[in-house]
């Protein structure tokens, strides 16, 4: 997480966008992106991460393209260099068969200033500076690209445009913790945005294959590794991990290219995000066939989709996104693949037929493993709805019978952190208590106010609801009632200084 004083510089390079007129706030982020994404480039050019290997560097013939470089040149230099030769640089990076050099080739640089490029670049630097005192003092960042742009995405909310907002990174890690995705997975976010899952899975992967006397326990109780280069991997895995692990969708053009620079920052050579929509007849046509053995995904809800664009496979759902976006993850999925997603708790108990069959293919098509709620404020200050992780495993399709047995149920009253709009890191970390619950789950057979396991032989088929709220132990408040004589006792002395207290009244008159 950023510190506070990182953010306050970020919240001055953003005010700086805004009041020198790049006041469309996707395009304030994109832009910023682009620096970031140049600043890191440099450091991420000497070696592989992944594979820990010198690489030869991107930079040869282009030397003027690195920061270290163009950052020192005065004003006016700086944005001719950026124009003229920085900018064309990161366009073509990785050859123009790949996803990068397609989604950035048309790509525009909106900063025509030249104090705009200068002062944001020194923002930048000092940021960095920042980081790098931080991580000195045993800060541990594993996403600067992402934390950065969290913060900046606040902006958009509170603006009321685009709707876009990341998924808080704790609450990545903690997800890509109960699924344990590894190595040999083929893994895929069918909404990725940044890129939020797709890199908390690739180091989710690195942990594992990292010894434990080189993690790290992080501010939320969840271990890390302290370096990606300390994961052993065989040559075989490390190409596997750099090329062929990770798979992404996005609707929005800025959120691949951002997913794209993301992932490259972090080691992934040849990253796989893609601008599709993953609702649509063309996404059925082209990547149906295409399935995966780990999905995990936080997709858009509260929104309805164009009828005019909706795959066949999917009208018979209606037109809600948080259905439709369940429907397509299950279909998907390999059988034996398993996914965790995030979805508004209205999915769960909604009376509406289409939400009722949708409950239904997930019990039938799968097996709901476990339903975690969430405490209504996770996703402040974007939103305030409450949601669920859903955790299941892809069984067959089309069947006629119940391949869910046993559901597990937690609850999360906190993540960590104040539930406000200002989100401030608590001393608990009730996250790494829940990832040992759900791991011993199969111990657990004693139902408590905050876990329990359900039979489907215990869910109602008539409705088919599957929220926390309905299945939970309310525990009733009872209170002490004294005997009826003693309550009659203390009546009758009452009203008996009543009486006397009237009479002296009636005497005083």
Same mark, same amino acid.
Request: glycine share 6%.
């Given at each position: 997480?950023?510190?506070?004083?990182?953010?306050?510089?970020?919240?001055?390079?953003?005010?700086?966008?805004?009041?020198?007129?790049?006041?469309?706030?996707?395009?304030? +982020?994109?832009?910023?992106?682009?620096?970031?994404?140049?600043?890191?480039?440099?450091?991420?050019?000497?070696?592989?991460?992944?594979?820990?290997? &010198?690489?030869?560097?991107?930079?040869?013939?282009?030397?003027?393209?690195?920061?270290?470089?163009?950052?020192?040149?005065?004003?006016?230099?700086?944005?001719?260099?950026?124009?003229? *030769?920085?900018?064309?640089?990161?366009?073509?990076?990785?050859?123009?068969?790949?996803?990068?050099?397609?989604?950035?080739?048309?790509?525009?640089?909106?900063?025509?200033?030249?104090?705009? $490029?200068?002062?944001?670049?020194? @923002? @930048?630097?000092?940021?960095?500076?920042?980081? *790098?005192?931080? &991580?000195?003092?045993?800060?541990?960042?594993?996403?600067?690209?992402?934390? +950065?742009?969290?913060?900046?995405?606040?902006? +958009?909310?509170?603006?009321?445009?685009?709707?876009?907002?990341?998924?808080?990174? #704790?609450?990545?890690?903690?997800?890509?913790? $109960? /699924?344990?995705?590894?190595?040999? =997975?083929?893994?895929?976010?069918?909404?990725?945005?940044?890129?939020?899952?797709?890199?908390?899975?690739?180091?989710?992967?690195?942990?594992?294959?990292?010894?434990?006397?080189?993690?790290?326990?992080?501010?939320?109780?969840?271990?890390?590794?302290?370096?990606?280069?300390?994961?052993?991997?065989?040559?075989?895995?490390?190409?596997?991990?750099?090329?062929?692990?990770?798979?992404?969708?996005?609707?929005?053009?800025?959120?691949?290219?951002?997913?794209?620079?993301?992932?490259?920052?972090?080691?992934?050579?040849?990253?796989?995000?893609?601008?599709?929509?993953?609702?649509?007849?063309?996404?059925?046509? %082209?990547?149906?066939?295409?399935?995966?053995?780990?999905?995990?995904?936080?997709?858009?809800?509260?929104?309805?989709?164009?009828?005019?664009?909706?795959?066949?496979?999917?009208?018979?759902?209606?037109?809600?996104? *948080?259905?439709?976006?369940?429907?397509? /993850?299950?279909?998907?999925?390999?059988?034996?693949?398993?996914?965790?997603?995030?979805?508004?708790?209205?999915?769960?108990?909604?009376?509406?037929?289409?939400?009722?069959?949708?409950?239904?293919?997930?019990?039938?098509?799968?097996? $709901?493993?476990?339903? +975690?709620?969430?405490?209504?404020?996770?996703?402040?200050?974007?939103?305030?709805?409450?949601?669920? @992780?859903?955790?299941?495993?892809?069984?067959?399709?089309?069947?006629?019978?119940?391949?869910?047995?046993?559901?597990?149920?937690?609850?999360?009253?906190? =993540?960590?952190?104040?539930?406000?709009?200002?989100?401030? &890191?608590?001393?608990?970390?009730?996250?790494?208590?829940?990832?040992?619950?759900? %791991?011993?789950?199969?111990?657990?057979?004693?139902?408590?106010?905050?876990?329990?396991?359900?039979? @489907?032989?215990?869910?109602?088929?008539?409705?088919?609801?599957? #929220?926390?709220?309905?299945?939970? /132990?309310?525990?009733?408040?009872?209170?002490?009632?004294?005997?009826? #004589?003693?309550?009659?006792?203390?009546?009758?002395?009452?009203?008996?200084?009543?009486? &006397?207290?009237?009479?002296?009244?009636?005497?005083?008159?």
């Amino acid at each position: 997480m950023l510190t506070q004083e990182i953010r306050n510089k970020v919240q001055r390079l953003w005010n700086m966008f805004w009041s020198r007129g790049i006041t469309n706030p996707i395009t304030a +982020i994109e832009q910023i992106s682009y620096l970031l994404f140049i600043r890191r480039l440099e450091e991420v050019d000497e070696y592989d991460n992944v594979t820990n290997v &010198k690489k030869k560097s991107i930079f040869k013939g282009h030397e003027m393209c690195l920061w270290s470089r163009f950052s020192t040149l005065p004003p006016s230099d700086m944005l001719e260099c950026y124009q003229n *030769e920085v900018f064309p640089f990161i366009k073509t990076l990785n050859g123009e068969d790949e996803p990068f050099a397609q989604y950035m080739s048309d790509a525009v640089n909106e900063i025509s200033q030249p104090n705009l $490029l200068f002062d944001s670049v020194n @923002i @930048i630097n000092s940021i960095y500076s920042d980081i *790098e005192r931080d &991580k000195e003092q045993g800060q541990h960042f594993q996403d600067v690209q992402g934390d +950065i742009y969290e913060y900046l995405i606040n902006e +958009i909310a509170t603006s009321g445009k685009n709707g876009q907002f990341r998924t808080p990174r #704790h609450i990545i890690q903690f997800i890509c913790d $109960l /699924i344990s995705p590894d190595v040999n =997975d083929t893994i895929c976010d069918p909404a990725c945005g940044t890129g939020g899952f797709l890199l908390g899975a690739l180091q989710s992967v690195l942990t594992k294959h990292t010894p434990a006397n080189k993690r790290k326990e992080d501010e939320n109780g969840l271990w890390r590794y302290q370096n990606s280069s300390d994961a052993i991997l065989n040559e075989s895995e490390k190409e596997k991990v750099s090329n062929s692990l990770l798979f992404g969708f996005d609707i929005d053009k800025t959120m691949v290219r951002i997913g794209l620079m993301n992932l490259m920052l972090h080691g992934i050579a040849h990253p796989r995000i893609e601008r599709m929509n993953t609702l649509s007849s063309l996404f059925y046509t %082209q990547k149906e066939h295409q399935k995966y053995s780990v999905i995990m995904a936080n997709p858009p809800f509260t929104g309805t989709v164009s009828m005019e664009e909706l795959s066949e496979d999917l009208v018979e759902y209606g037109k809600k996104s *948080e259905l439709l976006f369940l429907i397509r /993850i299950i279909s998907m999925l390999k059988i034996g693949g398993r996914a965790a997603v995030i979805v508004p708790d209205g999915v769960l108990f909604s009376t509406g037929k289409k939400a009722k069959s949708v409950r239904e293919k997930l019990l039938k098509d799968c097996s $709901l493993n476990a339903v +975690i709620s969430l405490p209504s404020g996770v996703f402040k200050p974007y939103a305030g709805v409450k949601t669920s @992780i859903l955790l299941f495993t892809k069984v067959e399709d089309g069947s006629s019978d119940w391949h869910t047995n046993d559901i597990w149920y937690y609850e999360l009253s906190s =993540d960590g952190y104040s539930l406000d709009d200002n989100r401030r &890191k608590l001393t608990e970390n009730p996250l790494s208590a829940a990832l040992d619950k759900f %791991q011993n789950r199969d111990k657990l057979l004693k139902k408590t106010k905050q876990y329990f396991h359900l039979s @489907i032989d215990e869910v109602n088929k008539r409705t088919l609801e599957l #929220h926390f709220d309905k299945y939970k /132990i309310y525990e009733e408040e009872r209170e002490d009632f004294r005997p009826p #004589h003693e309550l009659m006792k203390d009546i009758m002395s009452l009203e008996k200084n009543i009486m &006397k207290d009237l009479q002296k009244l009636n005497g005083m008159i």
